[in-house]
């Protein structure tokens, strides 16, 4: 390592560095403003206390949200400026950047089985383990408690610049929360879950319902809602009501609101919505033998139907079917029964064609099936459902998940191996999240 | 085939030639190209020649040249060498590309330091940077109980 400079017998003014000055082009003889004079001996260094303060807070900017929070101890001054809207909004901008190059995972967990009480944990907890993508070590565990419980049915939305939705259809709780803060807002109820009060526990049962609900950002944070028209949510107020219902919370009027215009095709329930591009997508239910895809336009609350989608998905069972988001671009892929391979299909932005990111082939996977089978159930009904692409990792390996999985597997398509990233049972939501200090929406 | 060169001048007065594609990098060497104002040469009172070699090394490595493509871990890799240097350097880097106004070299600079002080406690970091506590004992104890889990 260079020493910084050296020292001479004799003493040289020293340049400090202030603040911003114009440049002095055409007057090559404009000297620094305060020279400092160093003695002898003594080694020249720019003290960090000679940084600007705008310059501090870009390197503040740069820290995670836990050390950010620390410094709030710091003075009153950056107490206010970390909490001010426009440095949670830069910190943002500068924490997506930073996870293009550093991809991160959230697997979000009931409970922590490991924790054994005297009496049971009541089922308002829920865990954050944050892991990294490419080393798959885990960087944190984060155990959160929700005042309201949730019946045992909970439901979380993808991650919205660091930001969860964690719902219960069953006993009404809404919130959204933010684990790197731990901030969280409950909200009130949709219509949906106030409607489907009065389901039975039988009716509980037996029901598939949509229960997932999409968490977006167009000028502001919305929560989408779409759902098919059934007796469970059967409103005695609104009989004219159509095929499905889309309830959309504002998060500025603290409400949800329905929209007029929903789309007439019955939404598939086992297929969670998926978020890319400015658009939310969901499965039909087949007709005629056919599946269609809905797209929502976030900013226009608007619908539509795709216009193409690869014949063979169309002609599919849903159940076969998967649809996620990868590097924020819509993907669907389909799991052929015979041969149980799948095939991963990805949209291009124009929305008129597709192309092939992958195909994976568990079955001729050279690590032993045994060893995997916790992660990933091997009995014929659940071999039938694809498995979810989680994430795509810099070296071409895949990372995924599956409907009824505890963990996570990485998959190289062209070793055709697997290999285990996390095992933990109960996991509610596996997805690609970076952390942010939004904590007012 | 020729590039245009510029000169660049350092505040301890050396001169260094730089071909003009790199040295456009910074914005604010790519503005007073544009003014034309460039003829003698730039002075850049600001920063001192062992500072304006690492600039320059950083601003020929990251010109794109079309033959010879760097793969980005390739450059992830050239960075962290290049960032292998004493923190007051570090802190010197940074003031030149924020006064020649070098996106990536900033971003890059500011950064390394985040990482090497974001474990220290508020106490060190005051020192650090000059800040001045204008908190009461009881004030910040309870910020400091306020966010508890922070410094767990």
Redesign the interface.
Known sequence: ?????TVSAQSQPL?T?VT??A????S?H???LSPKRRRRNEKP?????S?PND??E???????V??L???????????STIESQSFEERHLKIAER?HA?HPRVMVITEKDPLKLLPRPRPDADIGFRLFCLESGSLLSFILLNFPQSFANYIYVSGCCDGLFCVHSPRSQAMYVVNPAT?WLRQLPPARFQILMQKATYRDWLDMKSVFHLAFVKANDYKLVWLYNSDKYNADALSPNEGVTKCEVFDFRANSWRDLTCTPSYRIFHGQIPACANGSVYWLTEPYNDKIEVVAFDIHAESFRLLPKIKPAIAGSDPMHIDMCTLDNGLCMSKREPNTLVQEIWRLKSSEDSWEKICTIDLLSCSSSRTQFRDEFYWDKQDLVNPSTPVALC?NKTILLSHRYSRGLLKYDPLTKSLASFYQRPLSRRKVSYFQSLISHI | MSSKMIVLMSSDGQSFEVEEAVAIQSQTIAHMVEDDCVADGIPLANVESKILVKVIEYCKKYHVDEANPISEEDLNKWDEKFMDLEQSTIFELILAANYLNIKSLFDLTCQTVADMIKGKTPEEIRSTFNIENDFTPEEEEAVRKENQWAFE
């Open positions: 390592m260079e020493p910084y400079g340049a560095i911003r000055m440049c002095s082009f055409g090559p404009a000297r620094p260094v720019i003290a960090p206390s940084l310059v501090v870009e390197i503040f900017l740069r820290f995670p836990k050390a929070f620390r410094l709030k101890t710091l003075s009153k001054q950056w107490r930073f190059h731990r810099k």
